[in-house]
């Protein structure tokens, strides 16, 4: 891993110029563009033009009424006609009832397999938008147009498209490459706290399991990226896009090494799952999954406990909960994990810290792990 | 296209060792194993044998009786537990809230990623079940059972799959390629004869556009196929997997070659929908469309009369409608094939003759579409 160097605390009114990080993925090969004011200018969105075709955008009710009138604006010069869809907003809704609206507009407006669909919103937005695209005459091209830091940093690279069904999350999808990532930092301006702690979590993710130079980077400038610091934001995201395109690159299809990129996930699907879609953010499932999976790693011998304290203090700067909550016993954890699509023939896998900046995939004794989560739930 | 020696028109009645027709997709390449009795031995499923999962059966409910038990038993000593699931039968239950159901039961099962699926039964078996499979956990290994004629000669073979939504016919799919196709003749036996006459379809497709000498074969031969005549029906299965194997080999996901595989598609796509799903067979609406396909092919010098006329006698011979509904007009048709998935931004492709065995994708005036259907609509 390179030594990273730091990036001044200071925001930056001036326009940037787009950072790009390439997806290598031979004829799958996307670029990444990251900086602020993307969003709003037409020549970003020149690549997929077809002016024989259609485009769709698919957002959300909470972030149409902010930016898709500006990216319907900016994409118009490039097709016959664009639509846009607005889905309801939240994880409860990635569903099969919801997919299908997608389907009912693009076959409404007789699209064909040209037509281009533009995901803007989060990662519920993103992965319903990729799993139509996958699934629309079994395959029409997709943009990811991400608003949130966690989609920016993590759900909308990598092509894990997906709906939840009411026994477990992410349970029906596809791997299904978008042929461009637009990051526009400026969005995230209008990004909620409570969504940027969330989108934080996926950050310290990829330092604390794969680069410790970038934890440490994380630990001097929380508080600048919390404040949206366009120049720690533009760090932050390059940062763990880079991580992603390694790791994507080396594994698409999750066989073996990207299993690593859901520490604190197997703990953290159980949290969201057992109170319900929608009532912790997955951001903060993954935050509290990766204190549990921290000390579990400790616990076993992995780690030292410092290490793992100082997973706890990170995510508890980052604004996000390291507590479980009180009303999900222990067992039920180990239930909603089994189900959970990492489980192979019944035994649960956890991604677990072998030493500072690395983890493996591996089981634990369900002793070990009951014992976890109860020191780690509220009282 | 080599020449095809005439096969004996005699029903056998002791076991025939299997034939084996390889699909060549580098990692994705699969068998296709054709012969009598496959079904019922263990020996068959050994490929896909797993003893730490599960397999699931999907069938329908015609055939569940038949032969599900049957194949439970032989995958039996290969897995931890064998389920079957029957979905009601018939292309009008091909849609997202019957797909649904498998996703049901393999959750409900605890089925993880290892989890094996066997589609029992026709195209629409088969084309849920390989979707469900494409989509389960992003994918999960599946095996097509093909237990009727067009299934074994067409659609369990090349990875199409899908569901169809309100507004078109097999509009939510995937590119996805089965582990293995087992075709065993002797299940053909209880297929009833609108079934044969409507997989002998899609048999004379190949013929008609791609294989001028097997449709010199199946003109001496029609009547032994419908009289299920083991030897004829194993060399007819065979040349269709050879041919369609060909095909698919070169052009996966249907960037042009395999679009001459929907020959008399785009007529019959729009029979079906326009009479409602289920009315007419899939294998109904592609004969007679392959009768105008045939009459729009000479209606614009691509051939002579005489050879349109020579498909629409043997799509006759093999006891199929060589004339569309009364009741619909031909405009109507013109709505559907609009939105049919071979539409390019408006202008309908049909798949025409050039030839005798030839064929070419493109579009056709209007005009001559019309005067076309009109002549070939029943009074």
Redesign the interface.
Known sequence: MTTLTDTPDRRQAAPMAPTVVQIALGDRSYPILIGAGLLADPATWAPQANR??VALVVTNTTVEPLYAATLAQALSPHFTRVRTLALPDGEVHKD?ANL?LI??EL??Q?A???TVLYALGGGVVGDMTGFAA??????VPFVQVPTTLLAQVDSSVGG?T?VN?P??KN?????YQPRQVVCDLAVLDTLPDREMSAGLAEVIKYGASIDIDFLGWLERHIDALRARDRAALAHAVKRCCEIKARVVGADE??AGLREILNFGHTFGHAIEAGMGYGAWLHGEGVGCGMVMAAALSARLGLVDEAFARRIESLVARAGLPVRGPASLAPGRYLELM??D?K????DIRFVLLTGEGHATVRTAPEAAVVDVIAALTAA
Chains 1, 2 share one sequence.
């Open positions: 024989k075709s099969l299908n389907f009912d076959l409404g007789e064909d397999r040209r996958a699934c629309y005459m079994r395959g894990k997906a069904h026994l477990g349970m029906i999808g596809a791997f299809k999750e089994r189900v699509k489980a192979q023939g019944g």
